[in-house]
């Protein structure tokens, strides 16, 4: 099993920075992709931003220029750098992983979600 572990998130005004963080650990052999989902009050979950083993980067065209996803392969940690945020960005921000582990083969492991809340 992987277990994500999120944190970072908070109430911050409109054109603030937020920087959230998802570790993972557990019974790792491998990760591949790693990312952020969003999910706002009465919509869907949306993804935000992923990145590969190999560093290769996707975003939401919402978020684009905005926000920064990276991530530190030796401490299996993903962050979210989220800049310029504006009050449509509010929402539980998820953590995903797509692990391989010793014990239970390869699943796509979730987070307990952090929530932002863009406001004044």
């Known amino acids: 099993q992987v277990q994500l572990v999120e944190s970072g998130g908070g109430l911050v005004q409109p054109g603030g920075s937020l920087r959230l963080s998802c570790a993972a650990s557990?019974?790792?052999?491998?990760?591949?992709?790693m990312g952020w989902y969003r999910q706002a009050p009465g919509k869907q979950r949306e993804l935000v931003a992923v990145?590969?083993?190999?560093?290769?980067?996707n975003y939401a065209d919402s978020v684009k220029g905005r926000f920064t996803i990276s991530r530190d392969t030796v401490k299996n940690t993903v962050y979210l750098q989220m800049n310029s945020l504006k009050p449509e960005d509010t929402a539980i921000y998820y953590c995903?992983?797509?692990?391989?582990?010793?014990?239970?083969?390869?699943?796509?492991?979730w987070g307990q979600g952090t929530q932002v809340t863009v406001s004044i």
């Open positions: 995903s992983a797509d692990g391989l582990t010793y014990s239970s083969g390869r699943n796509l492991y």
């Open positions: 557990g019974s790792i052999f491998t990760l591949y992709a």
């Open positions: 990145v590969t083993s190999g560093g290769s980067t």
